[in-house]
């Protein structure tokens, strides 16, 4: 069956979310481009398996996703576990005055586990719901919700915010700098 | 860890919005998280994505004419 222009049409207007979760997850710009081809390419193969009228974009996703760990498999890379995996150590210097540097949360970000990295930028992002994050990354949806959880706890470590109303330069807590790792 | 433990209590499925909130609009991560990806949406997208669309269009409808 011959791809409809419609569908060409809804893979273009895809094409910059696919981008900024492809940048998420690679954290590199050339790398996500590829895995933004790749997933094309993958979605136009296979247009006869995506149902209409279901979610084009979670679709998309879950391949752009199936790529990227397919990738580093075969780049010998292991794919991160998130237990027992220390990134708070390294603190970036406090926000100053209750701002916070958007560079310095990038850098923060890259510091997450895959896993908690995907799972925060679906959900806190993406706009995508917790059994749609569930689906895109085949796990259970307690599973997505324990990973934004741990991810966010640990860019407020990673950036010494201590919580999330009334940020300020009051409610920057010292006690990150003191308390023992996990 | 205490100012943790408030949100991470799993709430039931259906009720998205409450456990979104987290992460919502009162919340600095939640607001550079959304920064941070919309100004990746709004990266300009390299030509190279509509051409290969072009091409495999292209090829599929000189297949179809075998």
Known sequence: MAVSSGFKDDLLKAIPSLRAFAVSLSQNVDKADDLVQETLVKAWDKHESFQPGTNLKAWLFTILRNE????????????????????????????????????????????????????????????????????????????????????????????????????????ISTQVMTSPVD | MKTLSKNTTAGAPGRQGRMADPLGANSEIGRKLKQYYDDLVHDEVPDRFAQLLSQLEQAEAAQDKD
């Open chain 1, 68 to 171: 990227f760990y397919s990738q580093m498999r075969k780049r010998g890379r292991e794919v991160q576990d998130s237990d027992g995996l220390m990134t708070a150590r390294l603190a970036v210097h406090p926000a100053q005055h209750g701002q916070l540097d958007l560079g310095d949360f990038r850098d923060a970000l890259e510091r997450l586990p895959e896993d908690q990295r995907e799972a925060i930028i679906l959900i806190g992002a993406s706009g995508f719901s917790y059994e749609e994050a569930a689906e895109i990354c085949g796990c259970a949806i307690g599973t997505i919700k324990s990973r934004v959880s741990r991810a966010r706890s640990r860019l407020q470590e990673i950036l010494q915010i201590s919580g999330d109303e009334d940020f300020g330069p009051d409610a």
